[in-house]
């Protein structure tokens, strides 16, 4: 793209990116004011952007008792959390291989996770929010692997049976939701698998993996072959070779897809409210705020909204690099 060397030209193209971005934000703003208003706050007849906060709405959505010692609790969870998240944000600069701060890491989370209900009395939205990450780790986990295999050996064969799974991928992605409810449903009731994380996390892998293979595939495209072959002159094998020679160069490419997959697992409503009973995610948990006529549900409803919002915005934020990068790659022939 040129670049605009006239005032006049930057200015308007700053000014119209600086009322879309306004734009895209108001409904995030609004809704995490009146996740913080009382009932009556949040009905009044003229909108407040004044107000006193209130976080009666986070804790009746999380919380079924409130503790003691909320505050100490509170404040203990909160160093935990960002003491986990400046040792993924430094690894490179702790004297312990980068692998072992990740394990140490993720040990640390699932640990949080998994303590909070023994020392709080937690609201069954949090039992939600679990299933939700249980869901989009599980996905992404799944089809990231398929993903990186299947694109790879789909970008160094080139023969006719990899064009057919390739056509064959693309029509599968292109069916719409509805034409996976009831298959799978079918074999949720065959297999007592309805209602289990094993069944949606199965149902998703399915639904986004063509996307994931394409889109890895178009990255494993970029590399020269020339790369595994030298490893292998070496004596390496091909997996070796894919392990420790392509994969690390990959990583931007492999990380952006794993961040669309993950939005579209962590997004998904309509398969997991088909598919489960009891064990929803948070976007079919928020809905019951939204269809009731409970006039408490529109504070709930926000408060729920910037629940969910919150741990994708931090992913999102903490992966950026990489995300620029994986997208790039693909728009520049190296």
Known sequence: MEKRKK???????????????VYSIIPFYWTALQSFKTLRDANSRTPLFFFTPTWENYEALWLRSSPENGAMIAYFLLMVVVLLICMLLFAEHIPVRNDIVY??????????????PQFIDTARFYDYF??????TVGTVAVSITIGCLAGYSLARYVGFA????????LGFRALPRLAFILPYYWIGAATNLLDTHLLVILTLVAVNQPFTIWMLRSFFMEIPKELEE????????????F??????IMWPGIVSTALFTLLLAYNEFLLVRVLTQTNWTLPVAISRFTGGEDPRHLTLAAAASISATIPIMVVILFFQKHLVKGLAAGAVKG
């Open 230 to 241: 030298s490893a292998m002159v070496d004596g390496a094998s091909r997996l070796t070779a």
């Open 162 to 169: 990899g064009v057919v799974i390739l056509i064959a991928a």
């Open 7 to 21: 005032p006049i030209e930057r200015v308007i193209i700053h000014t119209v990116l600086i009322l879309f971005a």
């Open 130 to 135: 679990l299933n939700t990450i249980i869901v």
């Open 103 to 116: 394990s140490v890491v993720t040990l640390g989370f699932f640990g949080l996770f998994w303590g909070i």
């Open 243 to 248: 392990r420790s020679v392509i994969i690390p």
